[in-house]
């Protein structure tokens, strides 16, 4: 069973910066994708970005210019660095890993507000 574990978040206030860790139980460069969802109150849940095997990054329209994703292969590790943060990127964000199915981190809240 494939474990994530993640770290970061908190609250932040607007235009402030949070950095959020993901650390995976197996070699992420295994996993098709590795990358960030989020789900606010009463949303579903969204892609943040994600990375692929081969290192090619997307990123929802939303983050795109704030958010950085990234990772350390010899860590097993994926990060989120997000810069100018918006009282609406306040949610709970999720690591995602997926093969052959998709796994889940128990998810870390992040708060935006002043």
């Known amino acids: 069973q494939v474990q994530l574990v993640e770290s970061g978040g908190g609250l932040v206030q607007p235009g402030g910066s949070l950095g959020l860790s993901c650390a995976a139980s197996e070699n992420i460069l295994s996993f098709n994708t590795m990358g960030w969802y989020r789900q606010a109150p009463g949303k579903q849940r969204e892609l943040v970005a994600v990375?692929?095997?081969?290192?090619?990054?997307t990123y929802a329209d939303s983050v795109k210019g704030r958010f950085t994703l990234s990772r350390d292969s010899a860590k097993n590790t994926v990060y989120l660095q997000m810069n100018s943060l918006k009282p609406e990127d306040t949610a709970v964000y999720y690591c995602?890993?997926?093969?052959?199915?998709?796994?889940w981190g128990q998810g870390t809240q992040v708060t935006v507000s002043s």
């Open positions: 995602s890993a997926r093969a052959l199915i998709i796994y």
């Open positions: 990375i692929t095997s081969s290192g090619r990054i």
